[in-house]
């Protein structure tokens, strides 16, 4: 038994480690190549567009091509114009994201919870989610005026429901019996919380986070038309208003590129927190 136990030991190890392999992939040789594949799509397209402008087959006017939306950029860039505005818009959003991830993580940890608090505020809260953002804006006028406080606020509103609900729903469906587990080895609420909660809810969290502050960036457009005089939502309002359509795609093009930037750089700082988990990653 024991030779047998010997022998088969290595061969265990080797169909573990084949199996860990298989469930999270090969190891990426060339990260810098898939980097730059998603790079692919956008600019063929910006190529096509570019050529058909140039060779007559389209108009450029009302949809300019790639080399006029650069050029726009680079104007508004060595102004310090554009910098200007992406700070202005950026610190809008990171505020507005701040307050409502906080009152949505406590709002959501709270219904998830308590059953009556569930079904005193779920109903309310899901028929506010339903409201358009920009049906918002004459009651945040208002009440704070076409200053700060309500561009924050707008942003905070559309950040806090899909934050809401990812809480909710992660909580509510954490496994019971994993809980009960905990239980029976008697663990403390702050032990239950920290060693099997937070770790069931946190994947669920992380995405939910990101969702909110997708929606952020999209609110902050609806913030700055609120009679803004800086940023990239005042330039969209100032292109349209004297005719360019080029300062504003260059505005879409800045706000995807910040957008993106800022989705890669929660995504990366909750990583660490998410290397236990086991989950599927697909092949290629």
């Not at 307050?99 to 779920?122: K, P, Y």
């Not at 606020?153 to 809401?164: E, H, N, S």
């Amino acid at each position: 038994m024991m030779a047998m136990t010997a022998i088969e030991t290595p061969h265990l190890a080797e169909a573990t480690s084949s199996a860990t392999s298989a469930r999270h992939g090969p190891i990426p040789r060339h990260a810098s190549g898939r980097f730059l594949l998603g790079f692919v799509l956008p600019v063929a397209l910006a190529i096509t567009w570019e050529v058909a402008v140039r060779f007559g087959w389209a108009q450029g006017r009302l949809m300019p091509p790639p080399s006029r939306i650069l050029t726009a950029l680079y104007n508004l860039a060595i102004t310090g114009e554009l910098f200007h505005h992406i700070f202005v818009t950026t610190a809008r959003v990171a505020a507005g994201f701040a307050l409502g991830a906080l009152a949505a993580t406590i709002v959501g940890a709270l219904a998830g919870a308590f059953r009556i608090a569930r079904e005193m505020a779920d109903p309310m809260l899901q028929g506010l989610r339903a409201v358009p953002s920009i049906a918002w804006v004459p009651l945040f006028i208002l009440w704070f005026g076409i200053f700060e406080q309500s561009k924050i606020t707008l942003i905070a509103v559309g950040c806090f429901f899909p934050i809401y609900l990812g809480v909710l729903g992660a909580i509510l469906s954490v496994d019971r019996k994993t809980v009960e587990v905990g239980r029976i080895f008697r663990l403390s609420i702050f032990s239950l919380i920290w060693r099997i909660l937070l770790p069931a809810i946190l994947p669920t969290y992380v995405v939910s986070l990101r969702a909110g502050l997708g929606l952020g960036w999209m609110f902050v457009v609806a913030a700055e038309f609120m009679g803004a005089s800086e940023g990239l939502g005042y330039l969209l309002v100032d292109g349209q208003q004297l005719g360019k359509p080029d300062q504003i795609l260059a505005s879409i093009l800045a706000f995807a590129i910040l957008g993106k930037v800022s989705d890669g750089l929660l995504a990366a700082a909750a990583a660490p927190f998410l290397t236990w988990q086991d989950a599927f990653a697909p092949r290629g």
